[in-house]
Every structure is written in structure tokens, then in C-alpha cells.
T-cell receptor, first 115, second 115 residues
Framework: GAVVSQHPSRVICKSGTSVKIECRSLDFQATTMFWYRQFPKQSLMLMATSNEGSKATYEQGVEKDKFLINHASLTLSTLTVTSAHPEDSSFYICSARAGGTGELFFGEGSRLTVL | AQSVTQLDSQVPVFEEAPVELRCNYS??????LFWYVQYPNQGLQLLLK??????LVKGINGFEAEFNKSQTSFHLRKPSVHISDTAEYFC?????????????FGKGTTLSVSS
């Protein structure tokens, strides 16, 4: 199947700093990518929908100024957590849709720990 | 709006026993249905999907699921589980024929297989 790569897989940062997470579709073009957040032992919560060349669409309750999403090309979307706080510590997972079948391919996830 | 309910948060079973993980959904329009598996600190792997056609869907690792439109269910089954099947399982739904929509996930079911 299609491959989605996330980087970094783990990151530790100090409170107040910013962290960028990359999501790449390696063997297909993804006009739409999705960012999810997963708290320990909980489900995946959709944060935002990222469309290539346009502004991301954020879900209710997600701060767009804190979680900056950029989808500058058909194979790359980035999530930047600005002014990170310990409560932002979480597992962030991106996904991309290949074709129109509805199937999403997921990255391996990025675990963010804010000290 | 769509929603997904996974009726069991935890399912403990013995090795080689059969298992069923239950999933119900609600939607006023046609949907696609998915089951994903997540191993600790990893992303999601697709087990199987229902898009259209036969209501019995076979997936990887010996799993299968049956789409029941009248009961709005998509239960996952395996006739004989292995220790290696221990993981978190997520049922998910998306709108059919709409490539730009995200998946909505259930809360997950923890399958614990013991010897």
C-alpha cells in the first residue's frame, strides 16, 4: 500500500519552544492530509484537514494559532506546535488519502513531550 | 453527523479462542467503514475496509468483518486469536464518495490475548 512518513518519531522540547512535525506521502500525491491527536489510551481526535495550496480547516476547539499547518506541496504537510506547553504532550498522527476510495494511509506518529 | 461506537473498551481472551469486537455507527448517508489496528507507540495499520459490494469483508491476519446495514454494525471477528493480536483496535467511518472527508474513529477496543 501507499506509504506515509512522519518525522520526527519522537521529540522532547522545553516549554515555550516551537516544534515542527513533517508528514510526507512517499509514493503518491495527496491533495488532502489530516492531522490527528491521540492522548494515552484514547482514540484519535481529528485536529484539522490540510489541503494543498490553501488554508487548513480546523476542528472545533483546536487553536489554529497554536497548531500551524502548512501543506505547501502534494507530498508534504507540516504541523508546528507553537509555544508548546506540557499539556500539548501527545501522540500526533498524520494521514493522507490516496485516490478517491476513501482509504487513508497513516504515518507512524510523532510523540511530543514538552518539559 | 457521523459517529462510531465501539461497545467494548477491553476484551480479554485466551489464545486460540474466537473473538468479536463490536462496532456500531450512525449516519444518515452512505458510508465507508474501516478497522485499524495500533500496536504500542506506533501508527495505525489497516486491517480491512468496506466500500461496497459483499457485506463480508476479509482482511489481513485472519480478521474479517460483516457490514450489516439494518443494524448499522460492522463487527470484527477472528476465529482463533494469537498472542501477537494483542493491540488496540479502532473502528472508523467516513462519508462514501467524498474523497476529502476525514475518518471518524471510535474510542477503541483493547484486545488482550493471554496463554
Amino acid at each position: 500500500g501507499a506509504v506515509v512518513s512522519q518525522h520526527p518519531s519522537r521529540v522532547i522540547c522545553k516549554s515555550g519552544t516551537s516544534v515542527k512535525i513533517e508528514c510526507r506521502s512517499l509514493d503518491f500525491q495527496a491533495t488532502t492530509m489530516f492531522w490527528y491527536r491521540q492522548f494515552p489510551k484514547q482514540s484519535l481526535m481529528l485536529m484539522a484537514t490540510s489541503n494543498e495550496g490553501s488554508k487548513a480547516t480546523y476542528e472545533q476547539g483546536v487553536e489554529k494559532d497554536k497548531f500551524l499547518i502548512n501543506h505547501a506541496s502534494l507530498t508534504l504537510s507540516t504541523l508546528t506546535v507553537t509555544s508548546a506547553h506540557p499539556e500539548d504532550s501527545s501522540f500526533y498522527i498524520c494521514s493522507a488519502r490516496a485516490g478517491g476510495t476513501g482509504e487513508l494511509f497513516f504515518g507512524e506518529g510523532s510523540r511530543l513531550t514538552v518539559l | 453527523a457521523q459517529s462510531v461506537t465501539q461497545l467494548d473498551s477491553q476484551v480479554p481472551v485466551f489464545e486460540e479462542a474466537p473473538v468479536e469486537l463490536r462496532c456500531n455507527y450512525s449516519s444518515s448517508v452512505s458510508v465507508y467503514l474501516f478497522w485499524y489496528v495500533q500496536y504500542p507507540n506506533q501508527g495505525l495499520q489497516l486491517l480491512l475496509k468496506y466500500l461496497s459490494g459483499s457485506t463480508l469483508v476479509k482482511g489481513i491476519n485472519g480478521f474479517e468483518a460483516e457490514f450489516n446495514k439494518s443494524q448499522t454494525s460492522f463487527h470484527l471477528r477472528k476465529p482463533s486469536v494469537h498472542i501477537s493480536d494483542t493491540a488496540e483496535y479502532f473502528c472508523a467511518v467516513s462519508y462514501a464518495n467524498q474523497a476529502g472527508t476525514a475518518l471518524i474513529f471510535g474510542k477503541g477496543t483493547t484486545l488482550s490475548v493471554s496463554s
